[in-house]
């Protein structure tokens, strides 16, 4: 069982940066790959960023790429997104998540098999 905490959200005016946390509780964290995801009001969760279980290798949608930058500290049990240029479009709630299983598209939120609570990001014009 893993128990995800994230933090670092905010009111930020465009162009800003911010870098959220997600903390996880539980033994493993090394063994899970982690993903981020963001739903806007009215919008469906969509996928944001995703991290190997070593940290080796990250995937971006398009839409952030170039602008966050996904890593971890496995040692600290911690996962992280800086997020820089930010627009009033990335407004949303951020979700940090993790996945066990290997050989899947973590770009689907059905690949994950935990997930934070969520912390709010508003980007003002």
């Known amino acids: 069982q893993v128990q995800l905490v994230e933090s670092g959200g905010g009111l930020v005016q465009a162009g800003g940066s911010l870098r959220l946390s997600c903390i996880a509780s539980?033994?493993?964290?090394?063994?899970?790959?982690m993903g981020w995801f963001r739903q806007a009001p009215g919008k469906e969760r969509e996928f944001v960023a995703r991290i190997s279980r070593s940290g080796g290798s990250t995937y971006y949608a398009d839409s952030v790429k170039g602008r966050f930058t996904t890593s971890r500290d496995n040692a600290k049990n911690t996962g992280y997104l800086q997020m820089n240029s930010l627009k009033p479009e990335d407004t949303a709630v951020y979700y940090c998540?993790?996945?066990?299983?290997?050989?899947?598209?973590?770009?689907?939120?059905?690949?994950?098999?935990?997930w934070g609570q969520g912390t709010q990001v508003t980007v003002s014009s």
């Open positions: 998540a993790a996945g066990a299983r290997l050989n899947i598209d973590y770009s689907r939120e059905v690949s994950y098999d935990y």
């Open positions: 539980g033994r493993n964290f090394s063994t899970y790959t």
